[in-house]
Every structure is written in C-alpha cells, then in structure tokens.
C-alpha cells in the first residue's frame, strides 16, 4: 500500500524506469553497460516505492496514552523553551527519520486542531539545532481532553522539499489517523506539558501509531 502523496512521482518513476530499460535495450551494445543501466533504473524504482509505502497500523485508541507521530529514532528528550504558540517550557521529544523510514505523519492524540501554521524555511540538515526555527516546517496544536494541549511540528531535512499537513484549525481528529507526510528525509518534534512521564529512550526506534511516547496511570 502506497501513500496517496507519492502518486504523480511514482507514475513518473515507473514511466522513466520503463523507457530506460527500453531505450538500453535499443540503443546500447555492450551486454553489461545495457543490463547495469537496466538495473539501476530498476532499483531506483524500488527506493521510491519503499520511501512512499503506507503500511496498515492497526492502532490502540486510548486518551491516557500520546503514540510516535512517525516512524525513526528518538533523538532528543529534553526541556525547551517554545516560543511559537506556547512561549514557555515543555518538554520535547524529537524523532528523525531518515531516507528509509515510513514518512506518514500520524495524529499523537485524539482531539481539536487549534493551531495549523506553515512556514517555510531552509532546509539544513534535519538534525541541525536551529532545523526546528529555521527550516521549512509546519506546526499543529491538537487539545486533547487528559494532556491539554500538545503541539507538534513537522520539520523539513536537507533532502526534503515538500511538507504535507491535513490539520485544519476545528478539525476533531483521531489518534493513529493520517496527518500529513514529508517527503526525503524530516524529523517531528513533540513538545508536552512539562512533568510528562515519558515512555522512551534516547535512540529508542519508534514505530508511528505504535510505540507509546509518553503514558498516564
């Protein structure tokens, strides 16, 4: 199962693909230099299909729990200071994930959009300590009824050009739900009220729709 956001490329992907294998055939002589082309085409097909797969998550709904927005390592886990909706402290968790991940963008909480904002940006190295001010990006506020409010924001790597958000302002959204995607290579920053009692560690893979960042009892 593929994301709807890869369809134009992967058309365009399979078109190239297969008119490089054709044109090879056609037009070069030397067995081997024709057949290395044929199967670079071929594995360039594959990487596109694999970076826009959507796998099916069959998600636990439960208010007391906030799951990974995305597929990646746990990266950061620290206080911070938020100055865009916030402006105070709050506890961050970051995930990047890289060219190979799953790069579907999932709702942490069940709850009501109260904030959606783009920004564009540059694109430094996802990673990168001003990545999460400076890059392109976009930031969402879900309210959900147990955390209040938890704020997450997309953030473009040094491959990404494009970052798809759904959430609207008013929308009721639901946990484990499709909330966007980022296309080559991001990270997602979390920011939770601080005294969160975090379910992760540092280097921790997650898995979006599935591990639980943080719990209450």
Do not use: C
Request: charged share 20%; aromatic share 10%.
């Amino acid at each position: 199962m593929f994301h709807k956001e890869g369809a134009k490329i992967i058309l365009i992907t399979t078109f190239l693909v297969a008119a490089t294998a054709i044109l090879a055939g056609e037009f070069i002589s030397i067995l081997w230099l024709q057949k290395a082309i044929q199967v670079l085409a071929l594995i360039m097909l594959v990487l596109v299909l694999q970076f826009f797969r959507n796998p099916k998550r069959d998600v636990v709904i439960d208010d007391n729990h906030i799951i990974a927005p995305v597929d990646g390592k746990v990266v950061v886990i620290e206080e911070v200071y938020e100055p865009e909706y916030f402006k105070d402290k709050r506890l961050m968790v970051s995930i990047f994930m890289s060219p190979i991940n799953v790069h579907v963008t999932r709702y942490a909480v069940n709850g009501i959009v109260k904030y959606s904002k783009y920004h564009p940006g540059k694109y430094l190295v996802a990673w990168h300590p001003k990545a999460s001010e400076e890059n392109e990006r976009t930031t969402v506020v879900v309210e959900n009824r147990i955390y209040g409010e938890i704020l997450y924001r997309q953030i473009a790597g040094a491959l990404a050009r494009r970052i798809v958000n759904y959430a609207q302002e008013g929308m009721q959204v639901v946990q484990g739900t499709d909330a966007g995607f980022i296309k080559f290579g991001s990270r997602v920053d979390l920011y939770l009220p601080l005294g969160t009692e975090v379910n992760v560690k540092l280097n921790e893979k997650a898995v979006g729709g599935k591990t639980i960042i943080a719990k209450k009892q």
